[in-house]
């Protein structure tokens, strides 16, 4: 069960696709943060739902949000991603300890080996204000990041 209103996000510094870390932390009391997982790099629904965030980046931008994607993808991996689909998103690498921030949000697929499709909506007070995940094989609507974005406000 993912993590829901009212938790604490746990913190991360997870690498870039350009290796450039990224904390949680570095953004507490400065701006909220919207973090998506995504299962993995260059699968259907991954790519359609990130060409999707990418073209939808100025709703986030006009909320005051920064929207970072993560997967278990290598930064090497990631940084291919958006650079075939011409990506100007952050994405995040969440590969070694192998998914250990998915896990702590909750949205990691023990079986599977990867991150479920799961969204958070943080409070720049680092306290999660919305969350809500796919069914596997389904992408999440945009609808939902509008009313994540919306819990923020």
Do not use: N
């Not at 006009?62 to 075939?84: N, Q, T």
Request: glycine residues 10%.
């Amino acid at each position: 069960m993912i993590l829901g209103h009212g938790a604490l996000a746990p913190g991360f510094a997870l690498p870039d696709q350009h290796g450039a870390p990224q904390r949680l932390g570095d953004r507490r009391g400065i701006r909220p943060v919207v973090l998506a997982f995504v299962p993995f790099a260059f699968s259907r629904i991954c790519t359609r739902e990130l060409g999707e965030l990418d073209a939808a980046l100025p709703m986030f931008e006009a909320a005051g949000a920064e929207l970072f994607v993560a997967s278990v993808d290598s930064k090497h991996a990631l940084r291919a991603w958006a650079e075939e689909e011409h990506i100007g998103l952050t994405l995040l690498s969440d590969f070694w300890p192998h998914g250990a921030v998915a896990r702590a949000y909750g949205a990691f697929d023990e079986a599977a080996g990867f991150a479920r499709r799961a969204s958070f909506a943080i409070g720049a007070d680092g306290v999660i204000r919305s969350s809500f995940e796919a069914a596997p094989g389904e992408a999440r609507p945009l609808e939902a990041y509008r009313e994540a974005l919306a819990s923020l406000g």
